[in-house]
């Protein structure tokens, strides 16, 4: 969303379009958003989304009259609940202006700390899984860097904002990647696989490493492990099958779509795994 919106925020700049900004300065209870969260706003188009709903969908059309007509900045508390055409049952305070400058040169900033602090995921293997993963995987909050020794594997479409290594030089990555990273690999060989994989477990400090294949294949790397001496706590970490929930399909799409809940729940958000999600989809 972060790339996506900063892209929105440089061609509107661009092309001088008066850009307003809607945002959640507080939130109470059941929220479809927390407080901090902002959309951008002109005329004709929008970027990012403070949740949806109506919520969301009159904060737009209060947006533009403010585009319109100029005026001072707005402060609306809303309670999601009875006539608000949402039932989520929390309170927001939406605050509604038209940046100046320096105020879009400070969204812009505030856009790019956000880039530089998101945890980074390593993406081994550019095949028809390897390119499904990357498009789901893209808009999340993470930096992905994909890797592949295959230039044309990539696709002639990659994701905004993914970092591309066509050289195969898997070893820099891992080196260079800070603690806390995360890994996903399915290259082409299994023997890559497993080297790759042996030397993030040797690591220790990434937040996710996960290796695509069966229990079968599982079972071997970890005999392989062993051999070379790696702890079993650290083996352990391992997810192997990876996005394994009972779902017997093995479509590249179907596949990404599994692993990408994964990484949400074990990579981004791994202390909240198994819990539930605050607030609610209300998207319009």
Known sequence: MGMQMRADLVRWRMSGQP??????????GSTPRE????????????????????LEWNAIHQARRLLEHGGDALVQRISLGGNSGQCCGGEVWLNLDLPPADGLDAI??????????????LLFGAGHV???????????????AWCDSRPHEFGSTIPQGVEVHDDGAWERLVASAPAGSGALVLTQSHALDSVI????????????????????????????FRQIGLPED??????CPIGDRG???????????????????RFLHPVQAGGHVNGDDTSP
Do not use: N
């Open 247 to 265: 779902v017997r399909d093995k479509r590249p799409a179907v596949i990404a779509a599994l692993v990408a809940a994964e990484i949400v729940t």
């Open 35 to 54: 407080a901090g969260t902002f959309m951008l706003v002109t005329l004709t188009e929008q970027s990012g989304t403070i949740g949806g709903g109506d």
């Open 108 to 121: 812009m900033e505030q856009l790019d700390r956000q880039r530089r602090t998101q945890p980074l995921l």
């Open 19 to 28: 850009i307003a900004r809607i945002s959640v300065s507080d939130a109470r």
């Open 197 to 224: 994989v042996a030397s993030i477990l040797e690591r220790g400090d990434f937040r996710y490493v996960g290796l695509i294949g069966s229990h079968t294949k599982r079972r071997r790397f970890e005999a392989g």
């Open 130 to 144: 390897g390119r499904a993963l990357a498009h789901v995987l893209a808009p999340l909050p993470l930096r992905l």
């Open 234 to 239: 650290r083996i352990a970490a391992l997810v």
